[in-house]
């Protein structure tokens, strides 16, 4: 079996096991025994481009109780940064390289793709924007992430993308995650979640179910061992409306998560939303695709409004 065929069936095998919580601590408890290398450093004079309001061991503590460890902001100028750099650039809607536009020309995009765009993303968002690097190469979330998951941990995928408020179906909204599912990204992971645009209500504010992250028995019948997309209704049945938390903030807000537990994203109907997401995984499947794109813009630039 060649190279990739054997990533992808490793991929397969995990997601089949992975969903089982004895599994996945084992797994973790193992990675922690571990001798970890150094923590990524920053140039000399270069401050962490991320704030934590609490210290590691109560971040490591929320995150095992409770699988979210909202105390995370990324520092006001690479808010700024950040945002400059996505206003000036193309992104991409739906992840088609071929579908291109300006934040600005959204909705002669939306006329020349004729259907709402709901999500776009920026492909290696931190090989052209220094703030987002510096995001990545954060010595907070990179110590978060270890001591989560053990010395192994590993990002490998480091994403920036929009969402705007717009009519988009049910089949749409669903496949850009915005109803309540678990990840099976590998057998432990953590992922980081940073607001590049203030969001309240209506805003495309982020969802998590606490405590759902090491699910029973009883709880995995119920979704009958598959990849499941819930309504808000049969989340507040299954584990009451006070374990359902929205995270809503300024422009900078960020949190981590252990996304094997029920969590949504709520599609926006007033702004639209900027967000980064990093991801940490003890394996790297090597699904993301890194090789060069032939990308085209819907608009041409020159039509974009001043």
Not at 24 to 51: E, I, K
Not at 149 to 159: E, F
Request: glycine residues 6%; aromatic residues 10%; proline residues 8%.
């Amino acid at each position: 079996m060649s190279g990739p065929l054997l990533q992808r069936a490793r991929y397969e095998l995990m997601q089949r096991i992975a969903r089982f919580s004895g599994v996945r601590r084992a797994t973790m408890a193992r990675a922690r025994r571990q001798s970890a290398p150094p923590l990524p450093a920053l140039p000399q004079g270069v401050p962490d481009p991320v704030h934590a309001d609490a210290d590691l061991v109560t971040m490591l503590a929320e995150l095992q109780a409770d699988g979210l460890a909202p105390r995370l902001a990324l520092r006001p100028q690479v808010v700024d940064a950040v945002l400059d750099w996505a206003a000036r650039m193309p992104c991409y809607a739906y992840e088609n390289p071929a579908h291109g536009f300006l934040p600005g020309q959204r909705q002669a995009a939306e006329r020349a793709l004729g259907k709402p765009i709901l999500k776009a993303v920026y492909f290696e968002p931190e090989q052209g924007c220094p703030a987002m690097r510096a995001v990545c190469d954060s010595p907070t979330v990179h110590a978060i992430a270890r001591a989560y998951l053990g010395a192994g941990a590993q990002l490998v995928s480091r994403q920036l993308w929009w969402t705007f408020p717009t009519q988009a179906d049910e089949k749409t909204r669903k496949k850009a995650a915005h109803f309540f599912h678990r990840d099976i990204d590998d057998w432990a992971f953590v992922k980081f979640f940073f607001y590049v645009t203030p969001v309240q209500r209506g805003d495309g504010s982020h969802h998590f179910v606490l405590r759902s992250h090491r699910p029973g028995w009883k709880q995995l019948t119920v979704e009958h061992l598959q990849k499941t997309r819930w309504t808000d209704a049969q989340i507040a049945r299954g584990y009451g409306a006070e374990a359902m938390r929205e995270l809503h903030g300024p422009a900078g807000l960020g949190f981590a998560e252990d996304t094997f537990g029920l969590h949504k994203a709520q599609s926006p109907s007033v702004h639209p939303r900027l967000l980064i997401s990093l991801v940490f995984q003890l394996h790297d499947y090597q699904l993301e695709d890194h090789g060069p794109r032939e990308t085209r813009l819907l608009v041409p630039a020159e039509r974009v409004a001043a």
